[in-house]
């Protein structure tokens, strides 16, 4: 006997008729002898249906109401499902995070959990029960709801996986894993049967949309078994996101592709090439709380040099204005330039480590297909490249076909 923790994704809840389908999964796991602890989202399009509310009322929504509001999409979803399995004969008991206690910081719409109080969840489970969680949400020290930022069910699971020291946490969703890349894109994408942790890190915060980056945070910290699989397909072993240690591991050099055109670039012009420039470029970005990603600074010609970096398309208007109206007067730079058509391509493998020649082999790859590389950027498991937004889908067909993605290891 052991105990399981799995999550249902909204697709897999976004009917009764499909929460009956999940009740019944459920129902087969514990027929097996499991404890189940299940997480669940909101129902599909409804974590959206009730932020549209809120936006049509407040233009920016008071952060506290909106998490008092959004989080009630999972206090429905966990009682219909309670309901369906208790409609089956199973003794079942649904809890919102508030409820079982799932403490958070204050930080709404992006809270973080501290600590998860588990001896009512124990209880119930020695009792008999399945007990069922609302994702996405907890509690801070003052009572106040809060939530933890979009896909946090993921996050949710994991983390009373890690409480609980549960066995394994099951991630149901609708794809059977994580693939390649992404199928709609490249349909040779292949589903791998594992992916390191320390992968799935970059993958998630690269544009895979598959797991909360947050969550693959916590499954790394507290070192949660986690996989990914299917809730409509039977008998899937889906993907498990492994640690390096680990053995029978696939041996590929590059596990995945990630691609988003989230960014936008910004280029300063014939900066002053002296001491303190950089900070002089980025403190008022950074104190306008503006994530930067890439950055590039050239090396010095005359005097004066480029400096790059890239952005949330979001923020690209915002940033272009700080820095017309606060830093090229100051600091005395020719001009600033920049786009949002761009896209960023990366290839995600820790084989990486042991291979030389990973970078040149993507780059000819890429001139081979006459695709313009405007920034590179790197950390020892990744390679990551700034394309013109219309490359993208081929630049990710090219490099899945040449580092031979489609093909088993
Ligand atoms: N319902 C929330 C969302 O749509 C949380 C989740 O599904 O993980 O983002
Ligand atoms: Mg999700």
Known sequence: MALIVQKYGGTSVGSTEQIKNVACRIAKFQSLGHQLVVVVSAMSGETNRLLALAKETQDNPNPRELDVMVSTGEQVSIALLSMALIEMGFKARSYTGAQVRIHTDNAYNKA??????????????????????????????????????????????????????????????????????????????????????????????????????????????????????????????????????????????????????????????????????????LGPVADANVDVDMIIQNVGYDGTTDFSFTVHRNEFSRTMDILKSKVIPHIGARDVVGGDSIAKVSIVGVGMRSYVGIASKMFRALAEEGINIQMISTSEIRISVIVDEKYMELAVRVLHKSFDLDQTP
């Open 112 to 281: 973080r959990i501290i600590k998860i109080d588990e001896d009512k969840l124990r209880a119930d489970l020695d009792a008999g029960y399945i007990v069922v969680v609302a994702g996405f949400q907890g509690v801070d020290e003052t009572g106040s709801i809060t939530t933890l930022g979009r896909g946090g069910s993921d996050t949710t699971g994991v983390a009373l996986a890690a409480a609980l020291k549960a066995k394994e946490c099951q991630i149901y969703t609708d794809v059977d894993g994580v693939y390649t890349t992404d199928p709609r894109i490249v349909p040779e994408a292949r589903r791998l049967k594992t992916v390191t942790f320390e992968e799935m890190m970059e993958l998630a915060s690269l544009g895979s949309k598959v797991l909360q980056i947050r969550s693959v945070e916590f499954a790394g910290k507290y070192k949660v078994r986690l996989r990914v699989l299917s809730s409509f397909e039977e008998g899937g072993e889906g993907t498990l996101i492994t640690f390096e240690e680990d053995e029978n591991m696939e041996q590929a050099i590059i596990s995945g592709i990630a691609f988003n055109h989230d960014e936008a670039k910004i280029t300063v012009l014939g900066v002053p090439d002296r001491p303190g420039i950089a900070y002089q470029i």
